[in-house]
């Protein structure tokens, strides 16, 4: 069974944005999607995340088609299943770094992993005001708290946008290594080509199609 699949997806505003969208994700599996800025790539990321409400095609995630989800079966989804990386952190302000992954940890009822933090380099900083610290540190912080939820499907949007080069190479290293070692699947947006490459496969959102690269 696939971890999620997409048949068909079509979305315009005020004009088309891309048309006749599909694609599939396997378990253990990495896709990334390219393609230059206002071509879709974020609005297709928040239509198979479950974030946008879809107008054509269907999404299903672990076999089940989004659209016909109970409120209560889609919220448990997205508490359970899904994990979304943003470019801006969303983190709570007023909160420790501790207790923005302390929250995770309560919707989620999976532990903090201690390790987690060293490997992200947070360690030593995890209990300052989210305020004190950097805009790479807060972005580790939002990657960790989304891998405390232990997802099935990471979505990422530009998670290495606001950290240097070596950290971001750290960073994607890192959820390469989860995907692997809890058969999860991500799939990944960035203009950055040399990580888009580091995934399974490629797709390129360009003329209003999706092609694929990779």
Sequence with gaps: MN???????????EYELFF???MELQNGESIAIIGVS????STLLHLLSTLLSLKNGTVSILGEDISKM???RLAEIKRRVIGIVFQSHYLFKGFSAYENLEVSELLSNQKIDEELLKKLKIDECINQK???LSGGQQQRVSIARVLTKKPQIIF?????????????HEVMELFFEYIKNVNAG????????DLAYRCDKVYKLENRELKRLK
Excluded: M, W, Y
């Excluded at 206002?38 to 790539?41: A, T």
């Design 3 to 13: 971890l999620l699949a997409a048949k068909n997806l079509s979305h315009s505003f």
């Design 20 to 22: 006749n969208v599909s």
């Design 38 to 41: 206002g071509s879709g790539k």
């Design 70 to 72: 109970s409120k209560k």
């Design 130 to 132: 989210v305020a004190q």
């Design 156 to 168: 990422a949007d530009e998670p290495t946008g606001n950290l240097d080069k070596i950290t971001a």
């Design 186 to 193: 991500l799939i990944l947006v960035t203009h950055e080509e």
